[in-house]
């Protein structure tokens, strides 16, 4: 599903991606209604997603298990 889970009791889980050309991940936790915050991987400081990035300038999808 390109879930991570990081966090079981909290229920924190984290959405691979790349922000501009970086590993990166959105985060959702559970109780909230959307994912709102997103970190550089590595980083523990989450920081809120821009509204202006809703058209993709700044996101690229992750392929994962060896898809094209």
Do not use: C, M
Not at 2 to 19: H, R, W, Y
Not at 35 to 49: A, N
């Amino acid at each position: 599903l390109g879930v991570n889970l990081v966090d079981d009791e909290a229920g924190e889980v984290d959405f691979p991606t790349k922000i501009n050309g970086r590993p990166a991940a959105f985060t959702w936790k559970l109780g909230d209604d959307a994912v709102r915050h997103w970190h550089y991987q590595g980083e523990e400081q989450l920081r809120p997603i821009p509204a202006d990035w809703d058209q993709g300038s700044n996101l690229a999808p992750v392929r994962f298990r060896g898809q094209p």
